[in-house]
């Protein structure tokens, strides 16, 4: 990775999101652009789609802890804002600007969150990139250490697999939590080897190990969550559906992780 987004908005957990993404950019050596988008509050100033004294001053604010934190770690910096705050302006052109980066990192939404109830799910599936999802509660120490998978050999998992492989690398630990719908039974032809997620990222040098999961529905997704937790992962990757693949990774699944994560999470489609 050596081009990496993180959206701000001078939300009260912006510079723990901007920490994370400078931890990142740190590691990997890559450009870190910080992007403010937020929703405009003022009515004239939406509708003349134009930045309202407020929100330039927020804006202002968050250039200046992003440029002095960039520099603070030697990390090359690089700033951007929206020229106005139109709700559907905010999710597209954050989503837009993300397809120009090697990963995009942005907070998990919030009653008190300065964007649409919409916006993390359509930045992942508009993007077209990795999407990480900073919690707004709770600190997160020694990010990517203990990495778990949701892996259910689908598209959007192998997407989001080979997404997170840069920081799988650097990962102390891997686990694969092999997931299932309850009703649901894969036949492997007896002519072809086993398929062995495990194996295959022995090839990139990741050494993992595997947990098998079934629950039905909803219940997986707190499965998913519980299980990290319990292991002590501190990023969970997994695929972001929108009504394809398994029920139990559907657009509802997706929608759950977002509203009830508790640690971070990197999510592809």
């Known amino acids: 990775m050596k081009d990496i987004l993180v959206h701000l908005d001078g939300d009260e957990r912006a510079a723990h999101r901007l920490e994370h993404a400078i931890e990142i950019a740190a590691k990997f050596n890559a450009r870190l652009i910080g992007l403010f988008a937020r929703v405009e509050t003022s009515g004239p100033s939406m509708v003349a789609q134009r930045l309202s004294e407020n929100l330039s001053k927020i804006a202002e604010q968050s250039r200046k802890l ?85 892996w259910n050999g689908s598209r959007e998992s192998s997407r989001a697999v080979h997404d997170a492989m840069g920081l799988m690398r650097r990962a102390q630990e891997v686990t694969v939590l092999a997931v299932r719908d309850a009703n649901f039974e894969r036949v492997q032809p007896g002519d072809l080897p086993k398929l062995d997620l495990v194996d295959h990222l022995a090839t990139h040098g990741i050494t993992a190990k595997t947990e098998h999961l079934t629950a039905e529905d909803i219940g997986l997704m707190d499965l998913l969550l519980s299980r990290s937790f319990d292991l002590g992962a501190d990023l969970l990757v997994m695929g972001a559906h929108s009504g394809l693949g398994l029920p139990f990774l559907r657009g509802g699944g997706t929608r759950f992780i977002l509203r009830h994560l508790t640690l971070p999470v990197l999510m592809s489609n």
């Open 66 to 150: 992003f440029e002095d934190s960039v520099k603070q770690q030697g990390v090359n910096g690089l700033w951007m804002q929206l020229d106005h705050g139109e709700p559907g302006h905010v999710v597209a052109e954050v989503a837009c600007r993300s397809r120009y980066t090697d990963l995009a990192i942005i907070g998990q939404w919030h009653p008190q969150s300065h964007v649409p109830a919409e916006f993390p799910e359509q930045v992942i599936l508009q993007s077209g990139r990795p999407i990480l999802v900073i919690p707004h509660i709770g600190a997160v120490a020694g990010f990517g250490r203990h990495i778990t998978i949701a």
